[in-house]
């Protein structure tokens, strides 16, 4: 298959050298082992104790603290090549916490969090994998979150209800976001509301913490779990910047992820397409290959196309964050992340089409992928909520909420 070298996305030999390295390790944890973890739901801990052990878990953590002190553009490198190397959305996924939930540290945390936590995640010795932010009446509307810390003495004490976090069984530290200050009282919703670090053994322990995972049908090695806090006491030390200020921390560094979810579909793209491209080619239907009937050929050719120009907008939106303003950002990563989940979406299903029956067998893989591509239209954050970001800040229409 011929593709578009990435030298369309002007890779400097830093990039070329991250790509290169993820690659190598890529090439070690081929198609069979996705499809049976998979498969299985089991989560990727091998693939992810190499990444670990050759310190890619530091990818955010400054040089200071031992880590490798990686741009936008290297992440998005990183996570296009791991997505695209077969392991598909998840794959990238199953690593994406561990990297993301390091930054409100890095800006946010005490210098005793810092010193104590960061050197170990860049060792890959400790994991921050888990990001709790949505309960069940708070998902696209963060700030009516219910989960309350109160103040006592130099603790907080947690109650409330948290879904969908991701990656619970995988990480040693949770990051919670939780009310300070109940939104009835505060004068603008997106104040009272504060950022804590929790230890899941400890919180176990006090007995203050219940998890439940929920069976779901995409994404099947990264598991996200219900979870209850009933009177966990957190040390005030765990307090991540400043009370009721959380929500402007959890905003801070989010379009520079965004674009990292964006190259996350691009490579979960790239992997649908190749796939496709290659049972076209050899798989023969009435004595010649199916690949050469443009019905088959046009909606992967047209895929293809979709799939590069989304990752031309995320690697250009990638290399833009070093000196581009934050409005200008945030337009990038939104329309990145908007046109990369479609082209993904797009590449799986016509992947899909072109197996004829085998597109819903395990074994091809696509079937997988397609689940996967529907997924992206949900998480972090579901299409039409990008889409009230572009008609609403990008081009100044009114909101209707
Ligand atoms: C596999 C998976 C992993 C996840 N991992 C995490 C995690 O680790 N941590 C975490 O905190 N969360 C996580 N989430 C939660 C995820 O961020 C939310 O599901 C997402 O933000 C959408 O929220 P919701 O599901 O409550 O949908 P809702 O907010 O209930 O929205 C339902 C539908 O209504 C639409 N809608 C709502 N309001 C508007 C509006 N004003 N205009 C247009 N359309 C609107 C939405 O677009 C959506 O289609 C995960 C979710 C999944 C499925």
Known sequence: MVTV???????????????RSVQQICDDFGADYWREK??????????????????WMGALVPEEYGGAAMTTKEVVVMMDEIAASGGGFSAAQAIHGGIYNTPPIVNYGSEEMKSELLPKVA???????SFAL?????????????????????????????????????????????????KSEVE??????????????????????ETSAIPKTASGCVHSYEMWFKDLRIPGGNLIGEEGEGFYQVLDGLNEERLVIAAECVGLGEAAIERGV????????????????????HPLAEAYAHVQAAKQMTFDGAEAVEDAESQEVGARANM??????????????????????????????????????????????????????????????????
């Not at 004490?157 to 976090?165: A, H, S």
């Open 278 to 297: 290659e049972y076209a080619t050899e798989r023969e239907v009435f004595g010649e290959s199916i690949g050469s009937n443009q019905a088959v050929q």
């Open 188 to 209: 603008k919703r997106t104040r009272g509301i504060s950022m804590f670090l929790v230890d899941k053994e400890d919180a176990f322990d006090q007995g203050g913490l």
């Open 123 to 129: 060792r890959g010795e400790v994991s921050i994998q």
């Open 336 to 401: 990145a992340k908007y046109l990369a989940s479609e082209a993904a979406f797009e590449a799986a299903d016509a992947a899909v089409q072109t197996h004829g029956g085998f597109g819903i067998a395990t074994e091809y893989d696509v079937e997988r992928y397609l689940r996967e591509a529907r997924l992206t239209r949900l998480v972090p954050i579901t299409q039409q909520l990008i889409l009230n970001y572009l008609g609403e800040t990008v081009l100044g229409m009114p909101r209707s909420y």
């Open 134 to 182: 949505t309960e069940p009446n708070a998902g696209s509307d963060s700030t009516s979150i219910e989960t309350f810390a109160k103040k006592d003495g130099d603790e907080y004490v947690l109650n409330g209800q948290k879904i969908w976090t991701s990656r619970v069984d995988a990480t040693d530290y949770i990051v919670v976001v939780a009310r300070t200050t109940p």
């Open 38 to 55: 998979d498969v299985e739901g089991e989560y990727p801990q091998e693939f992810v104790d190499v990444l670990s052990e050759e310190g």
């Open 5 to 19: 070298d990435t030298d369309t996305v002007r890779l400097s030999e830093e990039q070329r050298l991250v790509q």
